[in-house]
């Protein structure tokens, strides 16, 4: 009918406008029978339900870091149920020509996902479980596309770096190498044989004559008898004959068997003894080869380990020794700096203290002599003091100025005499005016303190010599 629209067995048919829709799908999903579909109200569109393949050939890196080329062929179909025929209609339903690719992409990203966490040895021997941990791991990504993995095998592992050889090189040495053993064996096997059927032979050749020999003895016999017309010397002259026939033939038996024996027998038994005294030095050899190749690389693997163990403790041990000496340096130095800062504020500490109590017992005293009136011996105190300086001060005044020392030594002592008298006259006139003046005033405030201007231009006016100037002394120009 033009209305009425029948789904191939491996189909589904969608149709979309029709009131009739589930709420999950929101159109009508027909499997397996037919139906009817207005034309202008709704809308019909098949999607194939049919297996389907898709070649994966992708390059991929194991664990260790191994460059592999897979080549899988994966087997997929839309699944059956409504939801997946759904999910697969709204995703592939325009596109239905690139299902292969796209499936393929993502069988594609999990195989070399699962395959960077593989070794090749887990890769070569356990393919199922490979296959198995991709259908796994692409198990939700092809539920919500609707597609059911029938099946995904790995066709072939192409390794261009020769891995793969490698690993299979000691097994195909050690077949080979069995195989080599089992033709040695065979070929001995067959030798001895050979020597055994041809021994054999021999003696059926050397049985065989004999018994000719017997039955043309017996024939030569019975044809005497029946004759019995020649005269009994012939016959007994063939009875003679035909023994020593007899034992003519017996004889060539016994060489032929010696024959055998020196020509067959004895070279077969040094031949087959040659060729398993030579398989058994070969296969001496080739053992005594393998165990000495494999102890060489028991030791040379223990070495390097050991060598690797030592130079990491050594490492280790020198580390641990240097972290421990810098730790016990920076602990000295620091308990070093720590007792030097507490000497030096404890020597400071001790001269503040010091310094103080001094200036303390000095304020005491200079205020007990002043309670007591003992002003004029401060004074006094005061210009003994500053009477140094008033000397160094003219000595500085004579070695400033230009002066003619005559009379040698005599005359630099009178100088020195001169200058250190004028200080005992400075001090003599000060003494006095001190004692004059403490007598007149009750305290310090009226005299002028012992180093000033006004004190060392008097004094020194009256003698004639100038404070930083010149000085006239015996003996001086």
Known sequence: MLFWHVPAPNEALLISGSRRRSQETQFRIVTGHGCIVFPIKQKARTLSLALRESEVTEECLTTQGIRLRIRAIAAFKVGDDPVSIANAARRFLAEQDRMEELVGRIFAGHLRSIIGSLTVEEIIRERDRLAQEVKDGSHGEMEKLGIVVDSLQIQEIEDATGYINNIAAPHAAAVASQARIAAAQADQEATQREQQAAALKSEYVRDAEIKQAGFAAEVERAKAQAAQAGPLAEAQASQEVIAQQTLLAEKQAGLTDKLLESDVRRPADAEAYKQRTLAEASRDSTKMATEAEAFRQRTMAEAQ???????????????????????????VRAEAEATAHKHQADGEAYAQRTVAAADAESINARSAALDDGNQALIAANKLVDLLPSLVEAAARGISASNLTVLNGTDGVNQV???????????????????????????????????????????PVARDGVRAGGEAGAPGVD
Do not use: C, W
Request: hydrophobic share 35%.
């Open 305 to 331: 380990r050991d060598t690797v163990k030592f130079s990491t403790e050594a490492e280790a041990n020198r580390q641990r020794t240097i972290a421990a000496a810098e730790a016990e340096a920076a602990t």
């Open 416 to 458: 020195v005499a001169g200058v250190v008298g004028q200080g005992l006259t400075i001090y003599e006139t000060l003494r006095k005016s001190l004692a004059t003046a403490s007598t007149q005033h009750d305290g310090l405030g009226a005299l002028a303190l012992p180093g000033t201007d006004s004190e060392r231009d008097g």
